[in-house]
């Protein structure tokens, strides 16, 4: 009998995916990804500036000042992406992403979904919507199962 006062794992992961987000340095969205593969945390990523340079935070958001909408002009935008960072540190430190489930605070980018698809990640599983119609047909066509939570 399951305990109905437990968390489920997609919402424990989730959950650590938003907490992960705090960390993020971008002015617009903070974004959070875990990657977990048999009930394990695989490794984390937030969105913010490549290492050693500096953050919106502190300088400002070019998106920003250009007025360029959400989900628009990837290339234009300073941050390393949540999911990104969490394929990078898992190929740093050599741990095999192969079949894992990415948990994101937000629906990957169509950069990021080729990036997933490439680092052969199986489930993603998102909370909140980001404006980017590309990355659901990727995660369609290469056999990726997608889930909304709230």
């Known amino acids: 009998m399951a305990d109905s006062k437990r ?3 997609d919402h424990y992961f989730m959950s650590i995916a938003e907490l992960v987000a705090k960390r993020s340095t971008c002015l617009r969205q903070n974004v959070g990804a875990v990657l977990v593969k048999d009930k394990h945390l695989l490794s984390t990523g937030y969105n913010g500036a490549p290492s050693g340079l500096k953050h919106c935070l502190d300088i ?3 998106r920003e000042q250009l007025k360029i909408p959400s989900g628009e002009r990837h290339e234009l935008c300073r941050a390393v992406h949540a999911e990104q960072n969490a394929v990078i540190q898992a190929a740093l430190h050599g741990v095999n992403t192969k079949g894992s ?3 994101c605070t937000h629906t990957p ?3 990021c979904a080729k990036i997933l698809i490439n680092a052969k990640i199986k ?3 998102y909370k909140g919507e980001y404006p980017d119609d590309f990355a ?3 995660f369609e066509d290469a056999g990726i199962e997608c889930m909304k939570i709230d």
Do not use: F
Request: aromatic share 12%; net charge positive; charged share 15%.
């Open 7 to 9: 968390m489920d794992l």
């Open 60 to 62: 400002g958001c070019l």
């Open 101 to 103: 489930t990415l948990y």
């Open 109 to 111: 980018c169509s950069l």
């Open 123 to 125: 489930r993603v599983v």
């Open 136 to 138: 659901r047909g990727y």
